[in-house]
Each structure stands twice: as C-alpha cells, then as structure tokens.
T-cell receptor
Framework: SQQGEEDPQALSIQEGENATMNCSYK?????LQWYRQNSGRGLVHLIL?????REKHSGRLRVTLDTSKKSSSLLITASRAADTASYFC??????????FGKGTTLSVSS | GAGVSQTPSNKVTEKGKYVELRCDPI?????LYWYRQSLGQGPEFLIY????????DSGLPNDRFFAVRPEGSVSTLKIQRTERGDSAVYLC???????????FGPGTRLTVL
C-alpha cells in the first residue's frame, strides 16, 4: 500500500518559474524524504526532513513539513529544463521501509 | 565515492525461469533495502537488511522471492519460477542505518516474457 499522495500528478511550467509539489500521508512518521527520478530509473535523494523539523533548504529546494496536517511541500525555485523529472515523497515510519507515493511529473519548458 | 551499484542493468528471462539480481551498497552502509517499481507507480518496499540479517521482509510478495546478504555487504535478490507479473524495475538502496537517508542504485529492469 502507498501512504504518500503527491499533488498534483503532473505539472507543466516555464523555465524560471517556481514549482510547488505537495505530499500528504496518513500515519505518524520519523522523517519524510523527497526524491527525483529521471526516465524511470534510479532515484536521486533530495532532502530528508525529520518529524521535529518544519522547514529545510538545499540550494533551490525548500521543503516544509506540517505534522499536524500530515503534509509536506517541495518548492523548486527558478526552475530549469534539467529539473524535468518525476518527484516522489517517501515517509519513514519505523526506520526501515520507505513508503512512496505515486509521484508528481514535472515538465519544465524553455 | 562510489554509489550503490546494481547488476545487471537489464534482465530478460522466460516465464518459469530463476533469476538473481545483485546489489553493491555504498561502502560502510550497514542497512540495505530492496524495492520494486512498476510503470507509473512509486517504489514498493520488499525487504530490509541490517547487517547480514533480514530485519523486515514483510514486503516480499510470496515465497518465490528471497534475498540474502551473507557478509553484510553485497546482497542478492532471488526470484524463482518467474511470472510475467514480476516484470518491473528492482531498486536497491543503502543507508548508514535506520532513520537515515536512503541512497538508491540505478535499478535492474526485469522483463519476464
């Protein structure tokens, strides 16, 4: 079963615009991780945010976590064509398995 | 440093055959995970190793699937009597331990004809 649900399923923007993707989950978590995947192969780890954190930044990426609403968001600022990919949130409930959503497909056109 | 590697990158087999998929984790990572990803879906957990032992195998779909990690490093996922429904990308990940970032390999695309 998949705990996380990303929204929207697909997003198309122009280069330079910001992209926001949301993730909702169902049960309490230890941490939440965001990944990027190109062409259906390996996942690239973007950010891990722990349950006692509310916001983290990494370069052009900003992740927020609201445990009361069981939701997280990933913001990519000043997007580039190279950001075109699928983005997944994954929740870690017990320190073992990650539970992934179905992902958001981001398309950035120049 | 080197990331997680997986071999082969692609495997085509016939229904009923046996296959082995290999994962080399990042050096020093004690935790190793196997996931399976079908087209249009997120990865689904199969099994987790801490050291040599399978700490959580709750994601293995049935007893045709088995995984080992005899020396606490390289792991092999074994699938017996393959079925067409086993076709997917099999992903391996490793981490420093529970609750840490999981780093994924490029995956093995398994096609069962």
């Amino acid at each position: 079963s998949q705990q996380g649900e990303e929204d929207p399923q697909a997003l198309s923007i122009q280069e330079g615009e910001n992209a926001t993707m949301n993730c909702s989950y169902k049960t309490s978590i230890n941490n939440l991780q965001w990944y990027r995947q190109n062409s259906g192969r390996g996942l690239v780890h973007l950010i891990l945010i722990r349950s006692n954190e509310r916001e983290k930044h990494s370069g052009r990426l900003r992740v927020t976590l609201d445990t009361s609403k069981k939701s997280s968001s990933l913001l990519i600022t000043a997007s580039r064509a190279a950001d075109t990919a699928s983005y997944f949130c994954a929740t870690d409930q017990a320190g073992t398995a990650l539970i992934f959503g179905k992902g958001t497909t981001l398309s950035v056109s120049s | 440093g080197a990331g997680v590697s997986q071999t082969p990158s692609n495997k085509v087999t016939e229904k009923g055959k046996y296959v082995e998929l290999r994962c080399d984790p990042i050096s020093g990572h004690t935790a190793l995970y196997w996931y399976r990803q079908s087209l249009g879906q997120g990865p689904e957990f199969l099994i987790y190793f801490q050291g040599t032992g399978a700490a959580d195998d709750s994601g293995l779909p049935n007893d045709r699937f088995f995984a080992v990690r005899p020396e606490g490093s390289v792991s092999t996922l074994k699938i017996q009597r393959t079925e067409r429904g086993d076709s997917a990308v099999y992903l391996c990940a490793s981490s420093l331990g529970q609750g840490n970032e999981q780093f994924f390999g490029p995956g093995t695309r398994l096609t069962v004809l």
